[in-house]
């Protein structure tokens, strides 16, 4: 067995089991090593060699230089030379050289792996007489049967073959076209279960990099063996003492090269890209595209996080192909983009759900998810590897792999709904190192991180929920709940409308702690929230829910019924708000809790205004603005004066109005209350329109629109929009004011709000009638005057006068009967239906121009 390796393409480089040997004291030296190593078997005359090396020395002088330069390689070598009076030579079989195995090899016609070998030309540098000339004679040899055309240099793609349909993802193949461009090492991570591996398979085959090679690293227990798996898998031809790395890169030294490293995340990362870190040093023209369920940490990796698939461009499409592998015959329906929905667009999760078509239909598979069934999101293809036979499998690999104190961490955050921060992570849940362990978890890809905030998926999270045990469940659940308390409240010198987006972003956290706390005082924190962002609805349906709990305190049950009562007057019937208004009003005086009975009195002068008693509601107003004066609740001032100015304008009284604007700007300044800035400026805009001036009211409508868009008050959006609509009707602007009512009517519709849907609807009835579309009036009148009704509103004398009317005229043109039965249709339609029918139909004197 050869004892030390002599490497002379492309460098010398001297392998032996002492080390690596580069160079030598003296270049001739160096050149006498190399003499001697292209011809091993040869015994070399003395003088020949001392004339080859010192041919410009006297005889003894340069005999004398070859003994001392054998005398030096001897020392570092050892005895691996073979000496008489007439000449030198090596050893049999203690050398080998890489000329000598190429030459074999090339003589043989394995000129491929002869290929492996050649680093680049004989020692190039040197220019001694015959290490020139055999530099000259392996070149011309290479040349003549290795052109660069030649057949066994063509283009290597070892990829694996797949036997299912690639469907999605068209965004990141695009992006990974344009990132290979610029990045050599993209490691792809995501969680399990999102088709990290084929995507990068699919990224592959559309490259036209020379030679494109698939590792698998699935079954490797440490990086050092990676070079190893490399080399078998571009068939490079090793012997035992040559140095695997620098074979390696010789090899693929000058070809454009991308290898896909796939399933990287359980062996050890520092070693890991370290090596990949040397290969890329080394290897200009080579890319890595790595999979894993976390980076690597190395220097110039491109982190390229998966998302899960868009559900109806990407998911559905994903889930029909596989069913339809299982059942030929399966048809798309609404249930199927649920269902992709409830599997979050996980590629792993589609396809073994889709498994089941055979078993089950799209709405019982629906029904088992709704109940977190996890039956269907296990694998019933036993040639599927162990880690994708369930979406649990696919969890649990990543989960093991994590610390106690990350598991635990894990297990906890699931007490968050719609995302979390650093800071209430470490409020709510924290470990030893919150921050580090929130990091891992995010480097593992179980929680994902955008714009400062954090989740996880949902699957991921009914995992986790599984793992805990019901008592650390409990105790983050109230650490929770006390951390929304706190969360919801305002802070010292922060905007009401920074305070809303704040309380919009955690309305998911909210919403949970709601759900899982009997307390009151989340729910009556997040009352103002609830109604200036629109969430009505679902401030009724919380309502109702605590005022059933038998331990609610009576302070807070006045206040809820309050605030649901103040609810209904938009939603409901308008008679039973005023009921529970009087009763809460009543429970206030006798706990002598002013402030409620000031809100009170508030939300019943609310009432007399919408039955129009303008008389009773100024009078109500009037009770609740001089509690709350005297209370010194400057915002519950400027909402009682900005009432009552309302009021005032309503009634044509300019003067009394002005006064009131004013002192409810000033309160609402003090009190910081944008919102009710909006609205008094809202009230400016009818007052402006009151002295004349139609343009000057619609600038102020437009600024009031800007305003309640940027603060998020939907109600007051819709508000303004419906009076933008009338003042561009009055301004002759038939178009605008169309759209308008639309937006309006949608806008309410979305809030459920009867009464604010009923006005743009009737107003679009009264547009329609100018343009003598009586299709369109009955339509839109019919559905207005239901809604009325529905609110149990009187109906006041001029829209009487008016609505007769109209169906009168709608009746001469269109006859009795049909508009008898556009009169039912628009009553008995829904909302949603008659918007899209007025939406499409365009006046037609202007469908002509």
């Not at 008679?575 to 939300?603: G, M, S």
């Not at 343009?771 to 009148?781: Q, S």
Request: glycine share 6%.
């Amino acid at each position: 067995m050869a004892v030390w390796r002599v490497e002379l393409l492309g460098g010398l480089r001297v392998r032996g089991e002492s080390g690596l040997i580069t160079q030598f004291p003296a270049r001739k030296t160096t050149a006498l090593l190399v003499l001697l190593a292209l011809r091993p078997e040869r015994v070399q005359p003395r003088e020949e060699l001392a004339a080859q090396l010192w041919p410009d020395a006297p005889f003894e002088s340069s005999r004398n230089s070859l003994k001392q330069a054998l005398s030096v390689l001897r020392k570092q070598l050892g005895p691996i030379f073979e000496t008489t009076h007439f000449g030198i030579r090596l050893c049999p079989g203690m050398v080998e050289t890489d000329v000598a195995q190429w030459e074999a090899l090339f003589q043989q016609g394995r000129y491929r792996e002869a290929e492996t070998l050649w680093r680049g030309e004989l020692l190039p540098g040197y220019y001694e007489d015959g290490i020139v000339a055999e530099r000259e004679q392996l070149n011309a040899l290479r040349e003549s049967a290795c052109p660069e055309d030649a057949p066994w240099r063509e283009r290597q793609v070892v990829l694996p073959s797949l036997l299912t349909r690639f469907v999605g993802r068209d965004a990141q193949l695009s992006q990974f076209a344009a990132l290979l461009q610029t990045e050599r090492w993209i490691t792809l991570v995501g969680p399990g279960g999102m088709g990290k591996t084929r995507l990068a398979i699919q990224a592959a085959q559309q490259q036209s990099l020379h030679d494109l090679y698939f590792i698998s690293l699935i079954e490797l227990q440490s990086p050092s063996q990676l070079l190893a798996v490399i080399a078998e898998v571009v068939r490079l031809p090793l012997s035992a003492s040559q140095d695997l790395f620098e074979t390696l890169v010789g090899f693929l030294a000058d070809r454009p090269t991308l290898l896909v490293l796939d399933n990287a995340e359980h062996l050890e990362r520092t070693e890991l890209a370290s090596l990949c870190q040397r290969l890329l040093e080394r290897l200009p023209q080579l890319r890595l595209l790595v999979t894993s369920r976390q980076v690597l940490g190395g220097g110039g990796e491109y982190r390229f996080a998966l998302p899960t698939l868009p559900i109806m461009h990407e998911a559905v499409p994903l889930f029909l192909d596989r069913a339809r592998r299982w059942a030929p015959d399966f048809a798309n329906s609404d249930e199927v983009a649920r269902l992709c929905e409830l599997l979050e667009g996980i590629p792993l999760a589609i396809e073994l759900c889709a498994a089941w078509v055979g078993a089950l239909t799209a709405p019982q598979m629906l029904a088992r998810l709704e109940q977190h069934d996890t039956r269907l999101l296990s694998g019933k293809d036993s040639t599927l590897p162990k880690r994708h036979r369930s979406v649990e499998a696919a969890f649990q690999g990543s989960y093991g792999a994590l610390t106690a104190s990350q598991q635990q961490l894990l297990r906890d955050l699931t007490v968050f709904q719609g995302g979390w921060t650093l800071e209430a992570a470490e409020a709510v849940c924290p470990t030893d190192d919150t921050l580090s362990d929130l990091l891992a978890l995010t480097e593992s890809s179980l929680v994902q991180s955008a714009h400062g905030r954090f989740s996880m998926l949902e699957s991921l999270r009914q995992f986790a929920i599984r793992l805990g045990s019901a008592a650390r469940q409990s105790e983050v659940t109230q650490t929770h709940f006390a951390w929304c308390c706190a969360w919801s409240a305002r802070r010292l010198n922060e905007t009401e409308g920074a305070w809303l987006d704040r309380c919009d972003r955690e309305l998911p956290n909210f919403r949970h702690a709601l759900s899982s706390d009997k307390d009151s005082t989340l729910l009556l924190a997040l009352q103002l929230f609830l109604n200036l962002r629109g969430h009505n609805a679902e401030a009724v349906r919380w309502v109702e829910r605590a005022l059933e709990l038998p331990e609610l305190g009576d302070n807070a049950r006045v206040e809820l019924q309050i605030h649901l009562a103040a609810t209904l007057l938009e939603q409901r019937n308008q008679l039973r708000a005023e009921e529970q208004l009087r009763i809460a009003y009543e429970q206030a005086r006798q706990l002598n809790l002013e402030a409620l009975q000031a809100l009170a009195l508030y939300h019943l002068g609310r009432f007399a205004e919408l039955q129009s008693l303008p008389d009773q509601a100024r009078e109500r107003h009037e009770k609740a603005l001089e509690i709350r004066r005297r209370l010194g609740d400057v915002a519950g001032v400027a909402r009682s004066c900005n009432i009552l100015a309302s009021l005032s304008i309503q009634s044509g009284e300019r003067d009394k109005a002005a006064p009131l604007l004013i002192e409810a700007e000033a309160q609402a300044r003090l009190a910081g209350r944008e919102s009710i800035l909006a609205d008094i400026l809202y009230q400016r805009a009818h007052l402006t329109m009151m002295s004349g001036d139609a343009p000057g009211a619609l600038a102020l409508l437009e600024e009031c629109q800007m305003q309640a868009q940027a603060l998020g008050l939907r109600l007051l959006h819709a508000r303004v929009t419906h009076s933008l609509g009338c003042t561009a009707q009055e301004l002759g602007d038939e178009l605008r004011a169309r759209s308008a009512f639309l937006e309006a009517a949608r806008a309410f519709h979305t809030l459920r709000a009867k009464l604010g849907t009923h006005f743009p609807l009737w107003y679009l009835a009264r547009l329609y009638s100018t343009f003598e579309e009586w299709d369109i009036v009955l339509l839109t009148a019919g559905s207005a005057m239901k809604l009325w009704e529905d609110l149990a509103r009187p109906l006041s004398p001029e829209d009487q006068a008016l609505l007769t009317e109209l169906r009168s005229q709608a009746a001469l043109a269109l006859g009795e009967q049909r508009a008898e039965h556009l009169w039912q249709q628009g009553r008995s339609l829904a909302v949603d239906e008659i918007l899209q029918r007025v939406e499409v139909r365009l006046p037609q004197k202007y469908a002509r121009l």
